[in-house]
């Protein structure tokens, strides 16, 4: 059929629908406008990712080490690889995880909003809060307005070791001890201070406890980036019962010795065996199916054996 034989009311349609008409310009925009939507909400994370991590401005590092006092730590050049498997510490940056860790995070976080696991996200240790910042930018690039973002932290760096599984060197180390305000400060700088994020001082001992006593939500992903035996045992103790059926749990610690026996241990007493998956040469995480149920007898008999 040609064009000439069309009547006058089908040529008018043909036109209105075209390329050129107002409506399909309209329809075009809408289109773009969503991918446009899309790259920068991609753009918007990844900027996060490299912001906090100071992957941005190729920050300079302090040379991890159990050394007391921060003027006493060497400060050495921006490393690349380094800083994106989280194997030192940014002395200008929010967070020592690194960028492998943060995406992993972002997978995580897209897992749980794709399965739907409700709960919120916690992350315990979170030194200049960095990754607990890029959680909530998270859920702000995502409009997702139904789930908080808790750190619980001392606020003033690690506790002396309050049992022999632990050595004390930890607590000596200035360098982690970041102060609520600077937290709360770094939040509000990057304009992601508000309702929906939560902080909880105070040694996981009595923190957790606390929270337990007014937290009546579901936990869907928990950070646990505390390093010694007793942190990453306060942690298991007071939350795992608080998850969420297929709640993921990233272990930023594994590498260090004693985290990873406090691990094993907590598994082993509740007869566990999550496969577990590597992210980088120090992080793992886990998604538990099925609700624990712990074993306050066993947790009963170690705080009763720590001096205070
Ligand atoms: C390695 S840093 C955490 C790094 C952080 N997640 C990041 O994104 O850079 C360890 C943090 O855990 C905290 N911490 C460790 N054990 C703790 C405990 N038992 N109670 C309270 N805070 C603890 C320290 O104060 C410190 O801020
Ligand atoms: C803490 O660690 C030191 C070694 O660094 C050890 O001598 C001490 O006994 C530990 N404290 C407790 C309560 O076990």
């Not at 909530?136 to 932290?153: I, M, N, Y």
């Not at 019962?241 to 594994?254: F, H, K, Q, R, T």
């Not at 007869?271 to 306050?296: G, Q, R, W």
């Amino acid at each position: 059929m040609s064009f000439r034989s069309l009547p006058p009311i089908a040529i008018y349609f043909v036109l209105l629908m075209s390329a050129y008409s107002p409506l399909a310009w309209c329809m075009r925009d809408k289109v773009q406008s969503v991918h446009q939507h899309g790259d920068l909400r991609a753009l918007y994370i990844n900027t996060l990712k490299k912001s906090v991590t100071g992957i941005l401005l190729e920050t300079q590092s302090y040379q991890p080490a159990a050394s007391a006092k921060e003027s006493q730590l060497r400060v050495v050049p921006f490393q690349r690889e380094k800083r994106i498997n989280g194997e030192d510490w940014p002395v200008q940056g929010l967070s020592m995880v690194g960028l492998k860790r943060l995406d992993n995070l972002e997978t995580l976080f897209n897992h749980i909003e794709a399965l739907k696991i409700p709960g919120d996200l916690i992350e315990c240790g979170v030194w200049r809060g960095g990754a607990s910042l890029f959680m909530r930018g998270l859920l702000k690039a995502h409009g997702v307005t139904d789930r908080t973002v808790h750190l619980v932290d001392s606020f003033d760096g690690l506790p002396k070791n309050s049992t022999g599984a632990d050595d004390d060197g930890w607590s000596e180390m200035e360098v982690l001890k970041v102060p609520l305000e600077a937290v709360q400060g770094a939040f509000e700088r990057y304009e992601l201070l508000d309702r929906q994020v939560h902080f909880h001082k105070g040694y996981f001992r009595d923190s957790l406890p606390a929270f337990r006593q007014f937290f009546t939500g579901r936990i869907a992903l928990l950070r646990m980036d505390g390093d010694m035996y007793e942190s990453t045992t306060d942690i298991l103790y007071n939350l795992v019962d608080l998850l969420s059926p297929g709640a993921c749990i990233v272990v930023d610690d594994w590498e260090i010795p004693v985290c990873q026996r406090a691990m094993k241990d907590f598994f082993a007493t509740h007869s566990l065996e999550p496969t577990i998956h590597h992210i980088d040469t120090t992080a793992v995480y886990f998604c538990l199916e099925d609700p624990v149920k712990l074993n306050m007898g066993w947790y009963d008999s170690f705080n009763a054996k720590r001096v205070t």
